[in-house]
């Protein structure tokens, strides 16, 4: 099978960029393209999901065990001929400044991918041969396949980068980039603009024009055809199952209600797979738009994304809301993380000044920071029995965010979640009768039995509540 990983010397230098425009020109050329993103990342997938047309998984070995990112990518890559993986950071960096643990590095050992590097090469020119010089000899064990310059001013720029790099490098060039403005996705705090938020006709037709354009640039400036003698040794007959919980033999199916619109659109697509295994039907719906949720649902499940940023549209869809409220007053069961947790308080400071009311279902109040408050990955142990699991179970995840509790309210809490740079715990995962919301952005295959406890939490509530029908 055809698969690379895209890596970069740095954060910024473009690596979006490459996978993005090689993912559109396999497609264009006929080949069925799995994507993939290292780390912990929500938007860069929403694009590769966009422009390859199958759903973008993350790798992860912080938060995932090496059989379990096996599992992931075998499973991903059924059916596909080609994956392409975008790492994240640059190459060697990862949870720490002496092992490679979490890198892309990692990643690309791990799993046997070749590695492509980009590098940003906008006012540079012999110095670029000695930054791949250092990526060829700090890790011997990790042979870089091929480069591809980015941001190259022109065709005799290209020339000069070239002839440095063959005079002192073994790494051969597989293509490079000019500076193309018509190809940059815009930036705001949590990264790239999602593509969910792509919702006008004429959106989509400038994203459509965008990687027609990212197409023709990877025919034009990248070796195609030596990028595509690239491959891993993947077997896609069977994944493995050795991190998989069968559900319970003959259990009705559940009905969860999941919310995605442009104001949530951050999952792991594995933690909704997970959740399907265990006999779940999941049921989009939009906080936003919809003035109703799905019938005879068991749960709801809100993720992460931009609720800031529609929070009037999100405050002025009241029938929704009392939606949700009678949902929770009825016992349903809720999990939410980040923005869904913000989605669930009474109300959220913009950093614009205002205020909007929301669900109230968390006796929480919120406020934008517009600076960044918990950041990094964390090891969650539950304290209490919850939703997700057992008292002393333990899951690992990440936070990102850019907002704080500003009320002081008491809440119960079911986490005890520790920062893994910093070492420091917090007493976190909120509890409201049956309502369990965090920061938290947690990896359900890195414990598959917390999609268990949830299945089998609301067969449990539809049991109850058959025997007092």
Not at 38 to 61: E, M, S, W
Not at 75 to 96: I, S, T
Not at 152 to 167: G, K, M, P, Q
Request: hydrophobic share 40%.
């Amino acid at each position: 099978m055809i698969g690379l990983l895209v890596a970069g010397t740095a954060s910024g230098v473009g690596k979006t960029t490459v996978a993005l425009a090689l993912m559109a020109c396999l497609r264009r050329r006929g080949y069925v393209v799995q994507p993939c993103k290292g780390g912990p990342d929500f938007l860069d997938t929403t694009h590769h999901t966009r422009i390859a047309g199958r759903t973008a998984r993350n790798l992860d070995t912080w938060m995932l065990s090496e059989e379990a990112n096996r599992d992931v990518l075998r499973r991903a890559a059924a059916g596909a001929d080609a994956v392409v993986v975008e790492g994240m950071m640059g190459l060697f960096d990862g949870k720490d400044g002496v092992t490679e643990t979490g890198s892309s590095a990692e990643i690309a050992k791990m799993l046997k991918l070749p590695v492509l590097l980009v590098l940003d090469c906008a006012k540079s020119a012999r110095s670029v041969a000695a930054m791949v010089l250092g990526f060829e000899s700090f890790d011997p064990g990790l042979p870089l396949a091929g480069l591809v310059l980015n941001r190259v001013a022109s065709e005799s720029h290209y020339r000069l980068l070239a002839f440095a790099i063959h005079a002192r490098c073994k790494t051969p060039i597989l293509g490079w980039l000019p500076r193309e403005p018509k190809i940059s996705i815009p930036e705001r705090h949590l990264g790239l603009h999602a593509a969910a938020e792509i919702t006008s006709p004429l959106d989509a037709v400038r994203l459509d024009q965008e990687i027609d354009t990212l197409a023709n640039l990877a025919e034009k400036h990248f070796h195609v055809d030596a990028i595509l003698q690239l491959d891993c040794p993947l077997d896609t007959t069977s994944a493995s199952s050795a991190n998989a919980i069968p559900p319970t033999d003959g259990a009705a199916r559940l009905r969860i209600g999941v919310a995605r619109d442009r104001a949530f659109s951050f999952y792991y697509e594995d933690n909704l797979d997970l959740l399907r295994e265990q006999g779940a039907e999941i049921l989009p719906f939009s906080p936003m738009a919809d003035q109703e949720l799905p019938a005879e649902l068991d749960a709801l499940y809100f993720g992460g994304g931009y609720p800031e940023l529609y929070a009037r549209e999100l405050s002025q869809n009241r029938p929704m809301l009392d939606k949700i409220r009678a949902f929770v007053r009825s016992g349903g069961h809720v999990y939410a993380e980040c923005g869904g947790l913000l989605y669930l308080s009474q109300r959220l400071s913009t950093s614009d000044g205002r205020v909007y009311p929301l669900a109230g279902i968390m006796p929480l109040a919120m406020e934008m920071t517009g600076k960044l408050v918990d950041f990094g990955y964390v090891t969650v142990t539950f304290t209490q029995d919850c939703l997700l699991g057992r008292k002393g179970a333990s899951i690992r995840g990440h936070s990102f965010h850019y907002s704080r509790i500003c009320s002081t309210s008491q809440v119960a809490t079911s986490y005890q979640v520790e920062f893994s740079l910093s070492g420091r715990q917090q007493q976190e995962g909120y509890t409201c009768g049956n309502v369990l919301a965090s920061y938290v952005h947690l990896h359900f295959r890195a414990n598959p039995a917390v999609a268990q406890n949830f299945a089998a939490a609301l067969r449990g509530a539809r049991q109850r509540d058959a025997v007092t029908a």
